[in-house]
């Protein structure tokens, strides 16, 4: 049976001293330029304490306050994902001798032990989503494999879901199931903690725990309640695929690729999203290259682009194509849905096009 | 483990102009153990790397069982094509592969084959006809169906002309405009039909060329009575990895890297000819 135990909030740092001594690196949500993102972390005084954020559609906001809480946020835009799935990095180079022979050099993927704390349910979820993608299919990706192996999660259930979380709709959260090694509930005082996997076990067996209280118990069971309670945005249930797929003419295709500016912006900040290019660098000395990958788009028009022709040349039908990649033909390639409720392709939109509200539209009325 | 995203080297050792915009590459891994492990299947494709510009996926057009030389039609299409065109006899390129599912060759045996290509001869249709060729006794009749826009952009004319002499296969071909001493159908490619005298129980159809082409002989052939099950095409799309990972070529719940290129009708039928899959 899974133990859970009580860190005092002043204990807090033995968990980053732990970990640091494990052989992690330590990265953990701080604010930077005003929004959260996950850094380098050397004191948990650097933690968000006391900050709120508010999100809508096109807006994320921080609002700082008294509270002494550490997580009391949702997600910025940031996810896992340009941890294990690099924005960029070298897949191979090659060098071309003065007879023309070459020799291809397969990179090498930089690899640290590297612990994150304050993993949120959505961004586990999206972490299996992408498993998915790269490791359980017929081909594995070797680079991502590598980091994937050496990263420890720390989650932190969520309690402060913004106004463009949806996590309790997809089924993905507020509060995280399985998936991480250790799982912390901040609560006033301190923090119920729990191990997930053997490397969790170890670290939990290091921190200076105590026995939870019963009341330590319910009041996170509260907590968790009212986090999926007060989320407000659904995607609609029943057939959500197939109504999709029965619905590529529907005249809100054209209205949304009316406001869509067609910038990405939703596919950079998804962390599901995974569409990558090769791109090829020849070197200024003349006789080496290299060969990288970069994240693409598919809101861009070199995406569909084949010899003289576009397949998808206008925003309606890019727009089409993401939206029923992510919610219906991403359960036909993988087993389930490519959406895991965080939001954030709503509150990073510069045109506040809401997912949900798209949906909805197209196929179905459950927002209310 | 062969990392799949790194290409191995691979020396030209014959290079045919084929027509001013088309020529093919014949190749063998410098890598003896490479050679030995590489097999492939007709319909399927490796990445072409050239190197310091990038990598394009080309169909393999020469016989599996050839151990020698695997070759590579390749047209004039964009800047990694271009740049091919110049690579002469005795240098290097990059190849991976063999990626991607090719033609049901197996369960095409005992059928009457019907080839339908469009466009500037389809090289991917030309393994599998020079496959049932040389293995004549284990298929039924053989029908290739060819339309082409101008009869000059007619490829490989020798070539129909030694199968039009084969044995049970019947070759037709049409070109919506005929030049002097053209021997074939002048027409659009769709009338070519009427001449087909087929029996739609017997019959598996292999496909490649425009799209529009393809979704042309579909309805005719549907309307003839084949099975969607036994109508087959090999689709194309943006490829950069291959494997099914990079996302491009991704077709409504498919990969045509992987999955395909090649797809029965009724796997895709829900979005074949849907523009923007």
Redesign the interface.
């Known amino acids: 049976m899974e133990q859970t135990q009580f860190l005092q909030r002043q204990d807090l740092q033995s968990l980053v001293d732990v970990l640091k001594a494990s052989g992690y690196r330590c990265l953990a949500p701080q604010v930077r330029d005003g929004a959260i993102v996950y850094d380098v972390l050397a004191d948990v005084s650097h933690l968000p304490v006391g900050v709120h954020d508010q999100q809508l559609p096109g807006k994320y906001h921080l609002i700082g306050s008294d509270d002494k809480r550490s997580f009391a946020w949702a997600n910025g835009a940031q996810a896992l994902k340009p941890l294990l799935f690099s924005a960029r990095e070298l897949?191979?180079s090659?060098e071309?001798d003065a007879e023309?022979?070459?020799?291809?050099v397969?990179a090498e993927p930089a690899v640290q032990k590297t612990a994150v704390i304050g993993v949120r349910s959505c961004d586990l979820a999206a972490l299996r989503v992408q498993d998915q993608?790269?490791l359980e299919?017929?081909?594995q990706?070797?680079n991502y494999q590598a980091r994937r192996e050496a990263l420890f999660t720390v989650a932190v259930n969520c309690s402060h879901p913004a106004e463009t979380c949806f996590c309790a709709s997809t089924g993905d959260g507020p509060t995280a199931r399985s998936g991480y090694d250790l799982l912390l509930t901040e609560l006033d005082d301190g923090f119920l903690v729990a191990a997930g996997s053997a490397a969790g076990e170890q670290v939990f067996a290091q921190l200076p725990l105590e026995l939870a209280s019963d009341q330590q118990h319910f009041v996170a069971g509260e907590q968790a309640l009212h986090a999926e309670q007060v989320q407000t945005r659904k995607l609609p249930q029943a057939g959500l695929a197939d109504k999709l797929?029965a619905n590529?003419d529907h005249p809100r295709w054209q209205a949304v690729a009316e406001r869509c500016l067609s910038c990405g912006n939703c596919t950079m900040v998804c962390p599901t999203c995974?569409?990558?290019?090769?791109?090829?660098q020849?070197q200024l000395d003349g006789h080496s290259?290299e060969h990288l990958?970069e994240w693409?788009s598919?809101f861009t028009q070199g995406?569909?682009?084949?010899?003289?022709t576009v397949?998808?040349e206008d925003t309606?039908?890019r727009y089409?194509?993401w939206l029923t990649?992510k919610l219906a033909?991403?359960?036909?390639?993988f087993g389930s849905s490519g959406c895991v409720g965080c939001g954030r392709c709503i509150s990073w939109c510069p045109a506040a096009i809401d997912l949900t509200e798209e949906a909805n539209a197209i196929a179905g009325n459950s927002n209310d | 483990?062969i990392?799949?995203?790194?290409?191995?080297?691979a020396e030209v050792v014959e290079r045919i102009q084929e027509s001013s915009t088309i020529f093919t590459l014949r190749l063998r891994f410098?890598d003896a153990e490479q050679h030995e492990r590489y097999s492939f299947q007709p319909g399927q494709f490796n990445m072409v790397y050239l190197?310091?510009?990038?990598?394009v996926a080309i169909s393999i057009v020469s016989d599996p069982e050839d151990e020698q030389l695997y070759d590579h039609t390749i047209r004039i299409?964009?800047r990694v094509t271009r740049g091919l065109a110049q690579v002469k006899q005795?240098?290097?390129?990059?190849i991976r592969g063999p990626f991607g599912r090719g033609w049901p060759l197996l369960k095409a045996e005992g059928h009457d084959v019907l080839i339908v290509t469009g466009g500037l001869g389809c090289a991917p249709v030309v393994s599998v006809i020079n496959y049932i060729i040389s293995r004549r006794e284990r298929f039924g009749r053989l029908t290739i169906m060819q339309g082409v826009k101008h009869s000059d952009d007619l490829l490989w004319r020798e070539r129909y002309k030694l199968w039009s002499q084969m044995p049970d296969t019947h070759v037709i071909i049409a070109a919506d405009q005929g030049g002097q001493q053209w021997p074939w159908r002048i027409g659009p490619v769709i009338g070519m039909f009427d001449e087909l005298n087929l029996q739609p129980d017997k019959t598996i159809a292999m496909m490649c060329g425009p799209e529009g082409m393809m979704h042309a002989a579909i309805k005719r052939l549907l309307e003839m009575d084949v099975a969607e099950e036994m109508l087959f095409m090999s689709m194309?799309?943006?490829m950069?990895?291959a494997?099914?990972?990079?996302?491009?070529c991704?077709y409504?719940?498919?990969?045509v890297c992987?999955d395909g290129p090649v797809f029965s009708f009724n796997e895709i039928k829900?979005i074949f000819g849907?523009?923007?899959?």
């Open positions: 897949l191979w090659a071309r023309g022979k070459i020799n291809f397969q993608v790269f299919q017929q081909y990706d070797e797929l590529l995974f569409c990558h290019k090769e791109i090829e020849p290259t990958r693409d598919c995406h569909s682009y084949i010899h003289g397949i998808r309606e039908k089409r194509q990649h033909t991403w359960v036909e390639q | 483990m990392n799949p995203y790194t290409p191995f080297e410098t190197y310091g510009v990038g990598e299409v964009g005795g240098q290097r390129v990059g194309e799309r943006n950069q990895c494997v099914g990972h990079c996302g491009h991704q409504g719940g498919h990969f992987k829900a849907k523009s923007g899959f």
